[in-house]
């Protein structure tokens, strides 16, 4: 993974991160990557609002992923911290 620079917004991790690909990317860009999937996963969540959850927590995507493993109702939470 490349390093993390500057704060992203998520449209901009996102937009880098599926330029540069999964594994080059770093970890804003993947947690942006990860959050745009959790639709799918975790039903009516904001991808958006769940970065920046996250980011204000300071969790990284191996975190959102774990979340969405052992309790999905988590990360319905980190849309309104």
């Known amino acids: 993974m490349r ?3 500057t704060t992203m917004t998520y449209e901009a991790a996102l937009k880098s991160g599926r330029k540069v690909g999964a594994a080059n990317c770093n970890e804003t860009e993947f947690l942006a990557m990860i ?10 969540v904001s991808p958006e609002l769940v970065f920046e959850g996250a980011q204000k927590k300071g969790l990284k995507a191996k975190d959102i992923a ?3 493993h052992d309790n999905p109702a988590a990360i319905e939470e980190l849309m309104w911290v």
């Open 3 to 5: 390093e993390a620079g």
């Open 35 to 44: 959050c745009s999937g959790l639709q799918l996963t975790c039903g009516a």
């Open 66 to 68: 774990k979340l969405v």
